[in-house]
């Protein structure tokens, strides 16, 4: 640890408040808990920091993946929490200081480690106890090569890389997260499909399948079915979203898959099969500018549940979101990736009835949308950049959904020139600009902006 960054440490002191950094400044800062101990402080575990009260915060970068160090003073001991950095609009500045809305609460990662040989694998992907979910990963990508060279890997016992697996809510049943190419290349070659091609070390076994090993070479073939591979699954007993935390950092390899994938895997059921068909509708296409069949990557299909969550999160009494109480625990806390999460997590066992209507009433509002700021649509008019602004979805997608679900959808269509020349005439707001420019994940600027927009909306309309 060098002397500027020890400084910082002994620097804090019970109950002050630290300035936080800005992105950029701790992003070069890198210190490992294992120096902590050296110079005589305590380290705990997360459970045990999430049931601390914190008493201040300071941002520094304690892994490779940028992200939110809240470092928690009590006398001797030293707290320390991963926080993700909350994602910004396209509008904002990453020079912006983090600021976060909530207290860190407890959240538990359970995991049981596994280590099944490869017929054991190739079984669990016959019955569906492994499942590779063609919605969120994308489609077997490897080569003749690469998959050999796995098969080859094997048999010289070369250690291979650990797959990572979510327990289903069910149970019994894992969706693979990390290791959907190596799983399928296992099947695939114990089941025939495979013949090595262009192996290095092992040059005599090209042109084989699993039935000429089996009968040339009983020994290599011996020992590649009894090979094991380690699993790990997260039990699904873990919280949600350290659970989600977890995938996204493993995907940050080869696979790379986003928020929007990796949702997809962990909260299948109706809304998220709707949601993934309605990304193929003409009128999604034409707002949203993707190729039939929607978005490759999902962001699509994200900004479908970010309209939805948001609807779902505003108080349309007071024009801001929700605040937490006993009847209703589903509140938006500053962190949008999380919060679409708990949306998803929510809703994934919903009935297909009811699903039937948030369709049709998201159908309803991009129409309305569509009709009113055409190729404008959720854009900034005062700019000419293409780029969809999702605090101008926000706005938009919540208040004509609610006039549709209220019975006033005619309100809209009749007054389509004047609520497109109120967004033109809120752009050269200061107030409103700010609010949908910079910090737009924030719970002061979406309230800014909900305010001010419904509070102009509603005149037009005169409800």
Known sequence: MSDTEWNIFQNIKKDEIITRIPYREFLNIDISLDEYEEDGIQTISIEDILESTPV?????????????????????????????KIALSDENNNNDPIIFDEVPRKRNLFMDHEKPNLLTIKSFYEDGTYRINSEYQRSYIWDVTKASRLIESLLLKIPIPTIYCSETEAGAEYEIIDGQQRVYTIYSFLSGKLRLKNLESLPMLNGLNIEDLEHQHEHAHKLLVNSSIPFIVITKESDHDIKFDVFMRINQGATDLNAQELRNCMYRGNLSNALKELRGHSIVRSIINTQEGGHIRFQDMELLVRMLAVYNA??????????????????????????????????REMEQDAVDVLIKQLLEMLEIVNNIFADRSF?????????????????????????????????????????????????????FVNAISAGTSGIKNINSRMGIWFTKLNQILKV
């Not at 349309?316 to 998803?344: H, I, P, S, W």
């Open 56 to 84: 201040l915060t300071h941002s520094i970068n304690l892994s490779r993946t940028p992200a939110e160090i809240l470092v928690l003073a009590t006398q001797d001991i030293m707290f320390i929490k991963i926080k993700e």
């Open 314 to 347: 505003m108080d349309y009494d007071m024009f801001q979101l929700k605040k937490e109480t006993v009847e209703n625990d589903f509140v938006y806390r500053g962190n949008m990736k999380l919060f679409l999460n708990a949306y998803m997590r929510k809703n």
């Open 379 to 431: 854009r900034r008019p005062d700019k000419q950049t293409k780029t969809i602004n999702s605090a101008l979805v926000d706005i938009i997608s919540s208040s004509f959904l609610h006039y549709i679900s209220i019975d006033k959808k005619e309100l809209l269509i009749n007054n389509s020139e004047e609520i497109k020349n109120l967004l033109t005439t809120l752009c050269e707001d200061v107030d």
